[in-house]
T-cell receptor
Framework: NAGVTQTPKFRILKIGQSMTLQCTQD?????MYWYRQDPGMGLKLIYY???????DKGEVPNGYNVSRSTTEDFPLRLELAAPSQTSVYFC???????????FGPGTRLTVT | QQQVKQSPQSLIVQKGGISIINCAYE??????FPWYQQFPGKGPALLIA?????SEKKEGRFTISFNKSAKQFSLHIMDSQPGDSATYFC????????????FGTGTRLTVIP
């Protein structure tokens, strides 16, 4: 199993541009999550999904959108990128909600 | 508002020593307390987890101590090794409702030879 994979690994965006961060898991987990990690701040939940077609906001959803059309994929969309969205983004999945989460390798995003 | 407070922010320990990281929480509904280990450039990985019905859980050199009345839990790394150098995050979740994980701010551990 590849586990949780994320693409791209790195990306530089200009202010106002848009992009999609891809996340795929092959463990057949119903629950998937997007976090952002900022220095000294830990991980903050952006959005989560409890299954295909069902998503909900986390702690810091502003400026982001998600969709979940399949069990495997959970892309994160950034519209109108802002410098405050410079961060490392992690996707995760779990068998039980809120329990043992498996994380991807992350995407380092810089907005200039 | 930080749901889980973690300290210290950084920790330097000699090889063979004991590393201790502490976390505190307020929400008494939390019923799952994991610790994650993260190496530079990698995603966090689950290290060990505990539920509030036990006061201690040990896996190899890693032990979680849990004090329900004080609403605190801690990670102890015995015989710390340079390979343990990483950032450690505590977290908590509640089984009902949205039951998502709330993470502490992390502790960067450095074990010097």
């Amino acid at each position: 199993n590849a586990g949780v994979t994320q693409t791209p690994k790195f990306r530089i965006l200009k202010i106002g541009q848009s992009m999609t961060l891809q996340c795929t898991q092959d463990m057949n987990h119903n629950y998937m999550y997007w976090y952002r990690q900022d220095p000294g701040m830990g991980l903050k939940l952006i959005y989560y999904s409890v299954g295909a077609g069902i998503t909900d906001k986390g702690e810091v959803p502003n400026g982001y959108n998600v969709s979940r059309s399949t069990t495997e994929d959970f892309p994160l969309r950034l519209e109108l990128a802002a410098p405050s969205q410079t961060s490392v983004y992690f996707c995760a999945s779990s068998y039980l909600q809120g329990r043992e989460q498996y994380f991807g390798p992350g995407t380092r995003l810089t907005v200039t | 508002q930080q749901q889980v407070k973690q300290s210290p922010q950084s920790l330097i320990v000699q090889k063979g020593g004991i590393s201790i990281i502490n976390c505190a929480y307020e929400n008494t509904a939390f019923d799952y307390f994991p610790w994650y280990q993260q190496f530079p450039g990698k995603g966090p990985a689950l290290l060990i987890a505990i539920r509030p019905d036990v006061s201690e859980k040990k896996e190899g050199r890693f032990t979680i101590s849990f004090n329900k009345s004080a609403k605190q839990f801690s990670l102890h790394i015995m015989d710390s090794q340079p390979g343990d150098s990483a950032t450690y995050f505590c977290a908590a979740s509640v089984q009902t409702g949205a039951n998502n994980l709330f993470f502490g701010t992390g502790t960067r551990l450095t074990v010097i030879p």
